[in-house]
Structure formats: C-alpha cells, structure tokens
C-alpha cells in the first residue's frame, strides 16, 4: 500500500466509527430523553399517558397519604395546577410536605402520575433548581421558600451543600 | 494569625507563578542557562509556599478557628478529628486550594527530577505550568478565598455536611485531583513541544510517565467515588450518569487514548500530531470537569457553591486555555514532522482503533453532559440525559473496543498478522463462548445480552492471559524456560494485560450486579424475616445510640442462611443535629465478590421501620477491575524503560530489546 492509500483507509476507519456514533446518538435521542416538567405544563400540553417525563413542583401540604406496603400517593403543585403522583417504595431523607420535589415516571390512564423515581436531588434549601426555575418563570416564586427552609441560615452562606444526588427507586 | 500566614502564603505564590511564567521563557530565547533555571527554583518555591498555605487552612480547621468563615461553614467542635482534616477540602474554597497545591506538587517534580530533561525543555514546560497555576491562583484569591474572617466569631460551626463525613472525603478528592491535575504535565509538556516547534521519541518517554501516574489516580479516584456513593447514598448504585461523574469520566477516556497513542510515538515515532492534540484535550476535560463542578450550572452533591462570578471566572480560564492551547497547536502542529509509517493491520493500526473508539466514546459523553445545558439555555425547555442515552450509544462503542482489546498487544509493529492472532486468540475465544453457553443454560434464557457481556469480558481476560502465555512460551517450552522468560518479560508487558483483565473484571461485575439483582422493600417489626436470594434476615431490633455530632437509630438483622447464623448486620439512620439532616449507613455484608446490602426508611409510629434489602451478585468485580487497571499502570511504570531518573539504556541494548 503507498502512503495514500493507507492514510485513506486511517480517515475512512475514522469517518465509518464517526458515523456510527452519530447513528447511534440520534438513535438514543430519539427516546431515551426525558423532559421536564410542571402540573401547569402538563395541564397545558396534555401529555400522553405512557410517555416518560420528570415532574417537578411542591409537595402539596396534606396531600401525602401512605397506604399499605409502602405505597404512598401525594399531589405536585407549582400554583397554578395540581397533579396526583403516586409511588411505591422508600421516600428520600429529604422528602417533605410543602417543599421541592422532582419525580420520574409516567401517566396513566385515570391522569395519575405513576412514578418509578423520587429524586432528593436538592440542596438545603429544599428547593431542586429545576423547580425554583420552573417557578420563577410562572412568577410564583416566593424568595421565602428558600429562607424558610433553611431555617434561618445566614443568608450570606453560599455554601449551599447539595444533598445526595442518588433516588429511591 | 495562622489565616493571614496562610494568605500571605498564597499571595507570595501566585508571585512565584508570576515570575515562573515569564522568566524561563525569556530564557530559553536569550539561550540564557542562568535565566531558565529560575523555573526550577520557583517551582519548588512555590510548592513550599503553597504548601505552607493549605497546612495553615489545615491547623485552623483543626483548632475549630470559628473566625474564619471557612471552618465556621464546614466544621464543628465535636467532628471527630479526621473529618476536621478532611473537611478542608469538603468545601469549594478547600477545595480549590487543594487543587492548585496538587497543581503545586506536580510541578515541583518536574523541577526536582527534571534533571536529565533538555534545559529549554524544561523551562517551557514550567511555564506553561505556571500559566495555569496563576490564573487558579488568582481564582482563589479573588473569588474564593478560604481565610476570610469573620467579624463577630461566633462560637459553635455549621457542621461540615453529613454525606461527606466519612472516610470516602479522606480519598476520593485528592485521587481524582492527582489525576485530574496530574494531566497538566502532558499538556505543558505539549505545549512546549508546540512552542519550541520539535518533538520527538525521547518526548514521548518523558511524558508517557506522567501519564502514567495521573491515569492510576484517576482510575482509582473514580472507582473509589463510586463505591463511595454506593455505600453512602443508601440505595445501592455505584454509577449514575451524573454530569459531575461523567466529567470525570471524560478525561479518564481521553487520558487512556493518550496513554496508548503516546505509546506508538515512543516506539515507531509516530502519531505525533495526534498525541500532541490528546494532550491538550485531556487536560482541556480536566478543566471543563473543573467548571461544570465548581461553578454551580449543575446542581449535585459535588456543587458546593452557586455564586455566579466564579462560574465566569472559571468559564474564562477555561477559554483562555482551551481556545489559546488549540489555537497554538492550529498554527504549529503542521511543523512538527510526521514519522513511522505502518499499515492499517498492525500494533499501531490497533492501537489508532483504540484511541478512535475512545475519543468517540469520550465525545459522546461529552454530548450528553453538554446537550442539557445547552438546550436549556438555547431553546428554553429542561431536560435529562440519563442512562437510557448512555447504554444505547456509550455501551455499544464500548463493546466495540473490547472486542478489539485483546488483539492489540498480539499483533506485531508496523505490519500484522490478523490472521495468526485470530488463530493464538481461539483459546480465549472458545473460552468466551463457553461461558455464554454456561451463563446462558444457567439462567434459562432469560436476559440475552447479559450472557453475551459476560462473554466477553472473560474473552478480554483470556486474551490478556494468552498474550502472557504467548510471550513466555508457557505451553510451547519446558516450565522452567517459560518460568526465567516470565522474568525477563518487560514488567509493561505484565502491565498491559494486568490492566487489560481489569476492564474484563469490571464488565463482568457490572452486567451481573445490573442484571441479577435482588432487591426487597418492605415495612418490617421485631422478629420479621426477609428472604432474599437464599438468605433469611431477621430483624432482631431496633435501639438508638449517641454518636459524637449525631444520634443514630440502629436496625440489627440476624443473616443466615439454610438456617445457619452468618453474620449480624446493623445499617443505621444518623440525624445529625447541627445542620438538621440525616444520612442513611448502608450495612453491607461481603459473601466472596457478592454483597448483601441493608438500608434503612422512616420508622413508623408502630415500632415498625421500611428496609430496603438487595442483594448483589458480583458487586465487588466492578471496583476490583480498576483496581487491577491501576496495578497494570502500577507495574508498567515501575518498568525499566520508564523510569524517572534511571540512566538512558546503551543504544545497543535498546536495539536488542523487544519490542512489546
């Protein structure tokens, strides 16, 4: 082989591995994506039962209910609509009626959100920034979710500690 | 006192980076000897400095100093004395100072046993280090300072945040910062080789030890962080696809492809161009891992801060690098000289393979770390890339390579033999396949692709023990000759297939821990009896204890099996006062490689408490395999060739040597 040909077959072996990954990253995106989203933005977009996506709002206040075998059913509010989740299994230590959760999972038939996972992926604020985020933008963001959760911290600390990033699953 | 000691410590270093950066370069183009040697002394100079620094930071969390905000923030008078040390760097501005003393020490020992490194070398090198040391200096100094006071001291801390009081801190951090900040040394020695416009074997040697070095803590600071989060996050899994673990991931798989393609420069001179441009991207990932922890665009529990300046900051030195290294190796890299040529079919071909599949593989990672962020900033809407994403793109390249891993040290330089290695390879081959079939017939159908990973990670692990036995002639030759060629083996040789195994070790821990898995979860009373994968555990009671900064409930479970008592197990639930957060102590229970796994939930009002019981096949395969990946590099570097330090062999001798 001259020189040529075996830098082509280099470059050709480069491009057919770089074709491959791309195929296989469109592939995946296709699917394996879960978006995010609000009891408002579900309202809003109707989302169809089955589909997976990541809810994320409060934990409505009196709203948990734990039956039997550890399953337990609680509502997810951001102020503008409500959503019913329910779930089996372990809540996270952080888990608390009127703060922050995210929960992946999926909607069933009757509009209940089923979910697999409930994420304490949330710093000691008690508030996942993809919820305060989600919040601001409705405009129902309250500066004292944070300040009372916190119980009166210095306000200055910005060592805000995040929290096990693991789920119960 | 001791915090304005420690500041002053630092301010006089970023000095030293400052004189360190400059002076050796006018040096090298004044061909002064004098000039240029002042990179040595600043270097260690610095190191002395720094060093001084992050000790005072260490005595003042230490003594409880509470007027120091820092230690106020992350420490309490009753933390038990190792997790006050550890606590230093359980914090961003601790962290960072860590970060640039590691930084520090690595450049130290370039000045210190640089001896034999051409005197313009060496210079370059030094500065460029120094570039780097100065603007995280002036990081640290601008926007995270760990010695500010605070005016009113108050008398008790906040407590360092529970998750990260455990030994875990003690390890994993200045691991993964060897590792992470040991890539620096490749990048400037890149960078100077870019500067001073020549590159050659003798580069290669040079770098390829560094590497070496920043690979094997990087290897095990991962595996330790993942066991880490495994036993300490209370559900059992050990890799979560988290942007902060894949930012560490990143510059291990770009870490690894130079490793490899730096090995094909040494040998054949060849790929120069290329290694130059891993260097660089290595330590570039390094640096974007550094940004995406430390400047808070991704909340985890690695995100300790959230000021925005820091993350612009960072974002700056990250371009300043990044966009300044490519821009250089853009305008320089056509100058260096091509050498060594080969065909595609060979150890170099191969070796080309393994750094396509894992820049590849690398970029995917990258594009699921970066493509949530940027869609959130372009187009608006939040999403997640999880594991889903990554076991249909990542996994499958993955394979790809393993496939080929064990190839690679069989086939011969320049020009190979496919063919003749397919055949040395049947062995390993057959043995593979037998253990799909075992596998397979064992679990009944079941999973398909399970059996077939468990394939080939034992084809990976045969095939590093064939290229072993091939090169001691073990079958062919009488005992005693194989046993003195085994001696003779260059220790790389060893290394090679130590750490090649280890990548079969883990793959076979990671599909069975994945794939067999048992898990129960229920609400359990006194005396209550959980059956999960042939064990009995019962609950014998639950009693509270008084820790040193926390109060703990214990659950004891009584594990037998067959009716058999084997062990006691005793997970427990700590809340801890000061922070008013509680942390979740998995008990684990080691049977060979397996593991039983207890966690505990909220107790009701009953007496009775939710548990969570897995039971893991295999589990301890996972970290087993890069710990034998670190042992490889470990025993490669202790090889002759790559010595630090040791006398260049005569060329005669290097001639004869065999070429692995």
Same mark, same amino acid.
């Given at each position: 082989?001259?020189?040529?040909?075996?830098?082509?077959?280099?470059?050709?072996?480069?491009?057919?591995?770089?074709?491959?990954?791309?195929?296989?990253?469109?592939?995946?995106?296709?699917?394996?994506?879960?978006?995010?989203?609000?009891?408002?933005?579900?309202?809003?977009?109707?989302?169809?039962?089955?589909?997976?996506?990541?809810?994320?709002?409060?934990?409505?206040?009196?709203?948990?209910?734990?039956?039997?075998?550890?399953?337990?059913?609680?509502?997810?509010?951001?102020?503008?609509?409500?959503?019913?989740?329910? !779930?089996?299994?372990?809540?996270?230590?952080?888990?608390?009626?009127?703060?922050?959760?995210?929960?992946?999972?999926?909607?069933?038939?009757?509009?209940?959100?089923?979910?697999?996972?409930?994420?304490?992926?949330?710093?000691?604020?008690?508030?996942?920034?993809?919820?305060?985020?989600?919040?601001?933008?409705?405009?129902?963001?309250?500066?004292? !979710?944070?300040?009372?959760?916190?119980?009166?911290?210095?306000?200055?600390?910005?060592?805000?500690?995040?929290?096990?990033?693991?789920?119960?699953? | 006192?001791?915090?304005?000691?420690?500041?002053?410590?630092?301010?006089?270093?970023?000095?030293?980076?400052?004189?360190?950066?400059?002076?050796?370069?006018?040096?090298?183009?004044?061909?002064?000897?004098?000039?240029?040697?002042?990179?040595?002394?600043?270097?260690?100079?610095?190191?002395?400095?720094?060093?001084?620094?992050?000790?005072?930071?260490?005595?003042?969390?230490?003594?409880?100093?509470?007027?120091?905000?820092?230690?106020?923030?992350?420490?309490?008078?009753?933390?038990?004395?190792?997790?006050?040390?550890?606590?230093?760097?359980?914090?961003?501005?601790?962290? /960072?100072?860590?970060?640039?003393?590691?930084?520090?020490?690595?450049? +130290?020992?370039?000045?210190?046993?640089?001896?034999?490194?051409?005197?313009?070398?060496?210079?370059?090198?030094?500065?460029?280090?120094?570039?780097?040391?100065?603007?995280?200096?002036?990081?640290?100094?601008? #926007?995270?300072?760990?010695?500010?006071?605070?005016?009113?001291?108050?008398?008790?801390?906040?407590?360092?945040?529970?998750?990260?009081?455990?030994?875990?801190?003690?390890?994993?951090?200045?691991?993964?910062?060897?590792?992470?900040?040991?890539?620096?040394?490749?990048?400037?020695?890149?960078?100077?080789?870019? /500067?001073?416009?020549?590159?050659?074997?003798?580069?290669?040697?040079?770098?390829?030890?560094? %590497?070496?070095?920043?690979?094997?803590?990087?290897?095990?600071?991962?595996?330790?962080?993942?066991?880490?989060?495994?036993?300490?996050?209370?559900?059992?899994?050990?890799?979560?696809?988290?942007?902060?673990?894949?930012?560490?991931?990143?510059?291990?798989?770009?870490?690894?492809?130079?490793?490899?393609?730096?090995?094909?420069?040494?040998?054949?001179?060849?790929?120069?161009?290329?290694?130059?441009?891993?260097?660089?991207?290595?330590?570039?990932?390094?640096?974007?891992?550094?940004?995406?922890?430390?400047?808070?665009?991704? #909340?985890?529990?690695?995100?300790?801060?959230?000021?925005?300046?820091?993350?612009?900051?960072?974002?700056?030195?990250?371009?300043?690098?990044?966009?300044?290294?490519?821009?250089?190796?853009? +305008?320089?890299?056509?100058?260096?000289?091509?050498?060594?040529?080969?065909?595609?079919?060979? @150890?170099?071909?191969?070796?080309?393979?393994?750094?396509?599949?894992? %820049?590849?593989?690398?970029?995917?990672?990258?594009? +699921?770390?970066?493509?949530?962020?940027?869609?959130?900033? /372009?187009?608006?809407?939040?999403?997640?890339?999880?594991?889903?994403? *990554?076991?249909?793109?990542?996994?499958?390249?993955?394979?790809?390579?393993?496939?080929?891993?064990?190839?690679?040290?069989?086939?011969?330089?320049?020009?190979?033999?496919?063919?003749?290695?397919?055949? @040395?390879?049947?062995?390993?081959?057959?043995?593979?396949?037998?253990?799909?079939?075992?596998?397979?017939?064992?679990?009944?159908?079941?999973?398909?692709?399970?059996?077939?990973?468990?394939?080939?990670?034992?084809?990976?692990?045969?095939?590093?023990?064939?290229?072993?036995?091939?090169?001691?002639?073990?079958?062919?030759?009488?005992?005693?000759?194989?046993?003195?060629?085994?001696?003779?083996?260059?220790?790389?040789?060893?290394?090679?297939?130590?750490?090649?195994?280890?990548? +079969?070790?883990?793959?076979?821990?990671?599909?069975?821990?994945? %794939?067999?898995?048992?898990?129960?979860?229920? %609400?359990?009373?006194?005396?209550?009896?959980?059956?999960?994968?042939?064990?009995?555990?019962?609950?014998?009671?639950?009693?509270?204890?008084?820790?040193?900064?926390?109060?703990?409930?214990?659950?004891?479970?009584?594990?037998?099996?067959?009716?058999?008592?084997?062990?006691? /197990?005793?997970?427990?639930? @700590?809340?801890?006062?000061?922070?008013?957060?509680?942390? #979740?102590?998995?008990?684990?229970?080691?049977?060979?490689?397996?593991?039983? *796994?207890?966690?505990?939930?909220?107790?009701?009002?009953?007496?009775?408490?939710?548990?969570?019981? *897995?039971?893991?096949?295999?589990?301890?395969?996972?970290?087993?395999?890069?710990?034998?990946?670190?042992?490889?590099?470990?025993?490669?570097?202790?090889?002759?060739?790559?010595?630090?330090?040791?006398?260049?062999?005569?060329?005669?001798?290097?001639?004869?040597?065999?070429?692995?």
């Amino acid at each position: 082989m001259t020189r040529k040909q075996r830098r082509m077959t280099i470059i050709g072996g480069s491009l057919a591995v770089l074709a491959l990954a791309a195929a296989l990253v469109l592939n995946a995106l296709r699917d394996s994506i879960v978006f995010f989203s609000t009891p408002t933005m579900v309202a809003e977009k109707h989302v169809a039962p089955g589909k997976r996506f990541r809810l994320g709002g409060l934990v409505q206040p009196g709203s948990l209910q734990r039956g039997d075998n550890l399953a337990v059913t609680f509502e997810v509010a951001d102020g503008g609509a409500k959503l019913p989740v329910a !779930y089996k299994g372990i809540l996270p230590d952080l888990f608390r009626e009127g703060q922050g959760v995210v929960a992946e999972g999926a909607l069933d038939a009757n509009g209940v959100f089923k979910a697999d996972t409930v994420l304490a992926k949330h710093d000691e604020t008690y508030m996942p920034k993809d919820v305060a985020d989600a919040l601001k933008k409705q405009g129902h963001w309250k500066d004292d !979710y944070g300040a009372q959760a916190s119980g009166g911290a210095k306000p200055a600390a910005t060592t805000a500690q995040g929290n096990p990033q693991g789920a119960v699953r | 006192m001791i915090a304005e000691s420690g500041h002053y410590a630092l301010v006089l270093a970023l000095a030293l980076a400052l004189i360190q950066s400059i002076v050796p370069l006018i040096g090298a183009r004044l061909r002064d000897a004098a000039l240029m040697n002042v990179a040595r002394s600043t270097a260690l100079a610095q190191l002395l400095f720094v060093g001084a620094s992050f000790v005072a930071l260490v005595t003042l969390h230490v003594n409880s100093d509470f007027s120091v905000a820092n230690v106020y923030e992350n420490s309490h008078s009753m933390k038990p004395l190792l997790y006050k040390i550890t606590g230093v760097w359980g914090n961003h501005e601790g962290s /960072m100072l860590l970060w640039v003393s590691i930084l520090a020490l690595f450049g +130290g020992l370039v000045a210190a046993f640089g001896n034999n490194l051409p005197l313009s070398l060496r210079a370059h090198v030094l500065a460029v280090q120094a570039w780097i040391a100065s603007a995280f200096y002036l990081f640290i100094l601008i #926007t995270s300072n760990p010695f500010l006071r605070i005016v009113n001291p108050p008398i008790e801390g906040r407590d360092l945040n529970p998750v990260l009081q455990d030994i875990g801190l003690a390890v994993h951090p200045p691991m993964l910062y060897l590792g992470y900040v040991g890539f620096s040394i490749s990048f400037s020695f890149a960078i100077a080789a870019l /500067m001073e416009g020549r590159i050659d074997a003798a580069w290669a040697r040079w770098v390829r030890p560094w %590497t070496l070095v920043a690979w094997i803590f990087l290897t095990l600071g991962i595996a330790m962080g993942s066991y880490w989060a495994y036993y300490e996050l209370g559900w059992g899994g050990w890799w979560f696809w988290d942007p902060v673990e894949n930012a560490s991931l990143m510059p291990w798989l770009a870490g690894t492809a130079l490793l490899h393609s730096a090995l094909v420069m040494e040998k054949r001179n060849a790929l120069k161009v290329w290694t130059i441009l891993l260097s660089i991207l290595t330590f570039s990932l390094s640096l974007l891992g550094t940004f995406l922890v430390r400047s808070g665009v991704i #909340t985890s529990v690695h995100a300790f801060a959230t000021d925005p300046t820091r993350g612009v900051f960072i974002l700056l030195i990250l371009c300043l690098f990044i966009g300044g290294s490519l821009s250089l190796f853009a +305008g320089r890299a056509t100058s260096l000289k091509q050498g060594g040529l080969f065909a595609p079919i060979s @150890r170099e071909g191969a070796l080309v393979l393994n750094n396509l599949l894992l %820049t590849v593989a690398c970029a995917v990672v990258l594009f +699921g770390t970066l493509y949530p962020l940027a869609m959130e900033v /372009m187009a608006d809407f939040k999403m997640s890339v999880g594991a889903p994403f *990554y076991n249909l793109t990542f996994v499958p390249l993955f394979a790809l390579l393993l496939i080929a891993v064990p190839f690679g040290p069989m086939l011969a330089w320049k020009r190979g033999d496919l063919l003749g290695v397919t055949q @040395r390879l049947l062995a390993a081959g057959v043995a593979g396949l037998v253990a799909v079939a075992i596998v397979w017939g064992w679990t009944s159908g079941g999973a398909t692709l399970a059996p077939l990973a468990i394939g080939l990670g034992i084809f990976v692990i045969a095939g590093s023990i064939t290229d072993i036995v091939e090169r001691t002639g073990l079958i062919r030759l009488p005992f005693a000759t194989a046993m003195h060629r085994a001696r003779g083996l260059p220790r790389s040789a060893w290394g090679t297939a130590f750490a090649h195994a280890g990548l +079969g070790v883990a793959l076979i821990g990671i599909v069975c821990e994945t %794939t067999w898995n048992s898990e129960y979860i229920a %609400t359990m009373k006194q005396n209550d009896v959980a059956h999960v994968a042939g064990y009995d555990l019962k609950l014998d009671g639950l009693f509270s204890r008084q820790g040193p900064n926390f109060r703990e409930m214990i659950a004891e479970f009584n594990v037998s099996r067959d009716g058999e008592t084997i062990s006691v /197990m005793s997970p427990s639930k @700590r809340s801890f006062t000061t922070r008013g957060s509680s942390t #979740t102590e998995a008990a684990l229970l080691t049977r060979g490689a397996s593991q039983l *796994y207890i966690s505990l939930g909220d107790a009701t009002a009953e007496g009775a408490i939710a548990v969570r019981i *897995y039971h893991k096949p295999l589990v301890l395969m996972i970290w087993w395999g890069p710990v034998l990946m670190a042992f490889g590099g470990v025993l490669s570097l202790s090889d002759r060739r790559l010595r630090v330090g040791a006398p260049k062999p005569a060329r005669a001798r290097q001639r004869l040597q065999p070429a692995e």
